[in-house]
């Protein structure tokens, strides 16, 4: 009864490489994110969807790609994987996007690149 | 552009005693304020949230902070450790409209018997 999961828990590739994390939430919720966390532990938003309409979008490169097939999941796609992109990526989950709504996060994704 | 200082990267207590982490924050209206607790490979649990009203909040595990307009702080709080808290803690401001985020880079705790 997971509330936020994400798939796979640790992701291991080669440089150049594609690969996606997936991330489902079971609360109903119609707000969805991605956070990084670099290795300084330093925890930035790259990402929102409510109802699946991209609200937020950091600065991030355009190699990353966020997918929202339905609510209740956002996948995150990064193309062309690069060293700087090894990182812990957590997905998070909130009832709607109000700056009130407490947002619940998922386990975390270690993705390292070699 | 909003920021959150946590001007303590680590703080070692000892199990029994108060702890105080600190936070200051940088934001042009009235913040949304948070505490976060991250245990080692575990995602982030919300402790506590101050939106308005009592400037003193009330959390999980005892925990509470107190929000100070006039030093633009929100430090949290426990009169008495325990083994278990030893975590990162992680402070945020959110923005009114679209729920984002901004981070403290985190204050880890340890705790010594």
């Known amino acids: 009864d997971t509330a936020v999961s994400q798939t796979p828990k640790y992701l291991v590739t080669q440089m150049g490489n594609d690969k996606s994390i997936k991330c489902e939430q079971n609360l109903g919720h119609d707000t969805m994110y991605w956070y990084k966390q670099d290795s300084k532990k330093f925890l930035k938003i790259m990402f929102s969807y409510n109802n699946k309409e991209l609200i937020i979008n950091e600065t991030v490169p355009n190699r990353f790609s966020p997918k929202s097939p339905d609510k209740a999941h956002l996948n995150l796609h990064i193309n062309s994987l690069e060293l700087g992109d090894s990182a812990v990526y957590f997905c998070?989950?909130?009832?709607?996007?109000?700056?009130?709504?407490?947002?619940?996060f998922g386990p975390g994704t270690r993705l390292t690149v070699l | 552009a909003q920021s959150v200082t946590q001007p303590d990267i680590h703080i070692t207590v000892s199990e029994g005693a108060s702890l105080e982490l600190r936070c200051n924050y940088s934001?042009?209206?009235?913040?949304?304020l948070f505490w976060y607790v991250q245990s080692p490979g575990q995602g982030l649990q919300l402790l506590l949230k101050y939106f308005s009203g009592d400037t003193l909040v009330q959390g999980i595990k005892g925990f509470e902070a107190e929000f100070k307009r006039s030093q633009s702080s929100f430090n949290l709080r426990k009169p008495s450790v325990h083994w278990s808290d030893a975590a990162e803690y992680f402070c945020a401001v959110g923005e009114k409209y679209g729920n984002k985020l901004v981070f403290g880079a985190g204050t880890i705790l340890r705790v010594k018997s």
């Open positions: 934001y042009g209206a009235t913040p949304y």
């Open positions: 998070a989950s909130s009832q709607a996007s109000r700056g009130t709504d407490t947002q619940y």
